[in-house]
């Protein structure tokens, strides 16, 4: 096996341990509880698959620009954020230059900085300070350092730690005119409490970006979006191989902004389950991270152990010891009723 490890289910790892897919609920991705709206079905049931897609993406990015409130030049569409990271990684690092990251958080930042021939640097969160990091202190590296790239992911995945807008300011302050923050808001839509970030973009060193896998519940038709100055839009779109967003992407992403009630109740689900989750957690001795996202961090000491005690008890959950955390998995949010499976699971596993 190759890359970055990931949640979601692996079908050959579910074959050799003789469960169905169908029969295994996926607590490892991060998405919309409710899954994917009706009116994305329809609309994709529909789609015209013969042509080429439109490769500017007009329509798409004219509809997230009514939204957002910026102008279609600032908008970038990608294969899901994943490929936007790595484009941008390759567009901003020349071998050598300094890419600093907010740890422990999302592997892809890593890869993409690494295969750019970025020069790695971490800011690394402690469990003592419930991963928090101490904004001062980081302020002051990144002044020091002078990266090219900073990779921050608020809500962070997987510590579900949420930075307020003064302390993402006094970041994107530091960073200054020598290089660009980027700001990953893949798990903003589905927080309880929210800040717009777009007006960040006022500085000219930000870059935002936006996974619509998560909300809408798109994780299979893979699309994101970047948000940022014409400059980077252009230097990062013209390392983008043609037609990259295809037309069931484009399709279910016009749809999907038009059904922004359903990311709302998705919204809703997360914060009741999230509630019944961390209750429950905490009945079982279970130390959990305060999260600000659809997904909670636990501390069960052995996670590979525990991954796979309930996986056979078919409940996929993310092992985080790829993010440096061997203690702890990470545990998506879904509705009520798949959480009592879970939290039934658990309880099996625990008592062996
Ligand atoms: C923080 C973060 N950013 C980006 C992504 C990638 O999302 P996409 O599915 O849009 O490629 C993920 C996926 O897990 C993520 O956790």
Known sequence: MIGTVHGGLDIGELRSLGLNPDEVLDFSSNINPLGISAKVKQAVGEADLSSYPDRH???LREAIADRAGVGIENLLMGNGSTELIHLLARACLKPG??????????????????????ELYTLEASERDGFQWSIDPASNTIRELRPRLVFLCNPNNPTGVYLERDAVEQI??????????VLDDAYAGLSGHQWDSTPLLGHGNVVILHSMTKD????????????????????????????????????????ALQDEAHVTAGRHAVQESKAYLHA???????????????????????APGLRSALLRRGIAVRDCTSFGLP?????????RDECVRLVSALKEALAK
């Open 97 to 118: 230059d300094r890419c600093l990251i907010f740890t422990p958080t999302f592997g892809e930042y890593e890869a993409a900085a690494v295969m750019a021939g970025g």
């Open 172 to 181: 994107v302050d530091a960073v200054g005119a020598h290089g660009l923050l």
């Open 280 to 302: 429950e957690l905490n009945d079982l001795g279970i130390p959990a991270n305060a999260s600000a996202a659809n997904f909670i961090l636990a501390k069960v000491g052995d």
């Open 216 to 255: 809408h519940a798109l994780a299979g038709v893979r699309l994101g979006y970047l948000m940022a100055s014409p400059d980077v839009i252009t230097k990062v779109g013209g390392l983008q191989p043609a037609w990259s967003v295809n037309t069931v992407a484009q399709t279910a992403g016009l749809a």
């Open 327 to 335: 203690q702890f998995v990470r545990i998506a949010v879904r509705r």
């Open 57 to 59: 993406c007009l329509t």
